[in-house]
């Protein structure tokens, strides 16, 4: 493993990639810590798990933005990134497609939020919290990602979190002022991303006027089966605060959302790994199975060896890190989360797996086994969480990541770790 890391630092233009992307995405994850202690101050609990419930809304209709081009569109990018006709053809539809899609779930999004009761509740809130959506069909990351342009995204990154770090503080001043976190988090990220996506289009000379209706046609079919699995994933990942929100109060979702923030971190960080990892194992995979999986490999076992160290300093420390964020359950939440620790190693499995199955454009089996795991999953949250509360949703997702991975494992392993073994 040690002399697999010095070749991987000896390839200089990877590990210089490497570096610029991993610092962009370190201060990606740690502005949030800096202002969430203000808002528990400020919000309280309470207002707090409101915050977590408006922007988990958010982020599942942003599912439906992206339409699978964080996977689809960045292995198309990646493959065909030589090619200035294809990579202005990708850019231009995916972006004319994600248009409608916008359009559709914002009307829906504004009756849901009207007229349904639980939300309507909340409305000013979660309308608001809408700006992050938008912030979302702005972001060019995917086609940045495909490129390898890592530059550009922690450019992207930074200049959106130091927006959303002043605005807290310059905003946020009474407990009642909850309802504008999440649209200071969508500014930051319309900004950010809107400049980074004027500079692609005149870098590359992208023209919207050569976009085809049949194109989009196609892409929206194409993208569909990969896209209805993300709907299950995201269901999974942003359901269950919603839930504790309706099962057992905002309070409780406020307790969930601090442990959620802490993890978050590493979840996030695993999903950032992946994006910067799978643009070149699926550029591999065209190549070579047996140097897509060295390379594979040598990235993502390093990287689940630092997850599982990490964890196990969240463990040691749990106490001092609850209560960094002031909550008033300290010893109760530092509890769950030395439970909650597991799911980010588990993590560090699955996702390096899933890299191999969408590589190996394995995508239906992909997509038939989100579905089922994620109902499963479901159900189980559904039916422990009003007895069980936050504890029943952990053992819930630690449940979930062991089986997934074991299915992901057993559906590649032959055309990949036994063909080249």
Same mark, same amino acid.
């Given at each position: 493993?040690?002399?697999?890391?010095?070749?991987?630092?000896?390839?200089?233009?990877?590990?210089?990639?490497?570096?610029?992307?991993?610092?962009?995405?370190?201060?990606?994850?740690?502005?949030?810590?800096?202002?969430?202690?203000?808002?528990?101050?400020?919000?309280?609990?309470?207002?707090?798990?409101?915050?977590?419930?408006?922007?988990?809304?958010?982020?599942?209709?942003?599912?439906?933005?992206?339409?699978?081009?964080?996977?689809?569109?960045?292995?198309?990018?990646?493959?065909?990134?030589?090619?200035?006709?294809?990579?202005?053809?990708?850019?231009?539809?995916?972006?004319?497609?994600?248009?409608l899609?916008?359009?559709?779930?914002?009307?829906?999004?504004?009756?849901?939020?009207?007229?349904?009761?639980?939300?309507?509740?909340?409305?000013?809130?979660?309308?608001?919290?809408?700006?992050?959506?938008?912030?979302?069909?702005?972001?060019?990351?995917?086609?940045?990602?495909?490129?390898?342009n890592?530059?550009?995204?922690?450019?992207?990154?930074?200049l959106?979190?130091?927006?959303?770090?002043?605005?807290?503080?310059l905003?946020?001043?009474?407990?009642?002022?909850?309802?504008?976190?999440n649209?200071?988090?969508?500014?930051?990220?319309?900004?950010?991303?809107?400049?980074?996506?004027?500079?692609?289009?005149?870098?590359?000379?992208f023209?919207?006027?050569?976009?085809?209706?049949?194109?989009?046609?196609?892409?929206?079919?194409?993208?569909?089966?990969?896209?209805?699995?993300?709907?299950?994933?995201?269901?999974?990942?942003?359901?269950? %605060?919603? *839930?504790?929100?309706?099962?057992? #109060?905002?309070?409780?979702? /406020?307790? &969930?959302?601090?442990?959620d923030? @802490? $993890?978050?971190?590493?979840?996030?960080y695993?999903?950032?790994?992946?994006?910067?990892?799978?643009?070149?194992?699926?550029?591999?995979?065209?190549?070579?199975?047996?140097?897509?999986?060295?390379?594979?490999?040598?990235?993502?076992?390093l990287?689940?060896?630092?997850v599982?160290?990490?964890?196990?300093?969240?463990?040691?420390?749990?106490?001092?890190?609850?209560?960094?964020?002031?909550?008033?359950?300290?010893?109760?939440?530092?509890?769950?989360?030395?439970?909650?620790?597991?799911?980010?190693?588990?993590?560090?499995?699955? %996702?390096? *797996?899933?890299?191999?199955?969408? #590589?190996?454009?394995?995508? /239906?089996? &992909?997509?038939?086994?989100?579905? @089922? $795991?994620?109902?499963?999953?479901?159900?189980?949250?559904?039916?422990?969480?009003?007895?069980?509360?936050?504890?029943?949703?952990?053992?819930?997702?630690?449940?979930?990541?062991?089986?997934?991975?074991?299915?992901?494992?057993?559906?590649?392993?032959?055309d990949?770790?036994?063909?080249?073994?």
């Open positions: 493993m040690f002399q697999k890391a010095i070749t991987l630092f000896k390839n200089q233009k990877q590990f210089n990639n490497l570096i610029v992307y991993g610092f962009g995405q370190v201060f990606n994850l740690i502005t949030p810590l800096l202002v969430i202690p203000y808002i528990v101050s400020i919000c309280g609990e309470e207002g707090y798990g409101k915050i977590g419930v408006g922007m988990a809304l958010a982020f599942f209709i942003m599912v439906f933005i992206d339409y699978g081009s964080e996977i689809i569109g960045v292995k198309e990018v990646a493959i065909n990134r030589k090619n200035h006709e294809e990579l202005e053809q990708i850019f231009v539809t995916t972006y004319v497609a994600k248009l899609l916008l359009l559709v779930m914002l009307v829906l999004a504004s009756i849901i939020f009207s007229f349904i009761p639980y939300f309507s509740k909340e409305k000013t809130l979660f309308f608001l919290s809408l700006s992050m959506v938008v912030g979302q069909y702005i972001n060019p990351t995917w086609f940045l990602q495909g490129i390898e890592f530059k550009w995204i922690t450019i992207l990154n930074i959106s979190k130091i927006i959303y770090l002043i605005g807290v503080f905003f946020i001043n009474k407990a009642q002022d909850y309802v504008y976190s649209l200071i988090w969508g500014a930051g990220m319309i900004i950010a991303y809107g400049i980074t996506w004027l500079y692609i289009v005149f870098h590359h000379s023209s919207f006027s050569k976009v085809k209706k049949t194109e989009v046609i196609k892409m929206v079919r194409k993208n569909f089966s990969i896209f209805s699995s993300q709907i299950f994933v995201s269901l999974q990942m942003y359901s269950p %605060i919603v *839930l504790i929100s309706f099962f057992g #109060g905002n309070a409780m979702a /406020g307790q &969930y959302k601090i442990i923030q @802490i $993890i978050v971190i590493f979840k996030t695993i999903l950032l790994f992946f994006n910067f990892v799978y643009p070149r194992v699926c550029y591999l995979l065209e190549k070579s199975k047996a140097e897509a999986l060295h390379f594979w490999k040598l990235y993502n076992g990287n689940l060896l630092f599982i160290l990490s964890m196990l300093g969240v463990m040691i420390f749990s106490v001092e890190i609850v209560s960094y964020f002031n909550p008033k359950e300290i010893t109760t939440i530092s509890n769950l989360l030395k439970i909650a620790i597991l799911i980010p190693i588990l993590q560090g499995v699955t %996702i390096p *797996l899933k890299q191999l199955v969408l #590589g190996s454009n394995k995508q /239906g089996t &992909y997509v038939k086994v989100t579905m @089922i $795991i994620t109902i499963v999953s479901l159900l189980i949250i559904v039916l422990i969480t009003p007895i069980y509360h936050v504890l029943g949703v952990l053992i819930a997702l630690i449940v979930t990541e062991i089986f997934t991975s074991f299915i992901f494992f057993k559906t590649i392993k032959k990949l770790f036994f063909s080249t073994s």
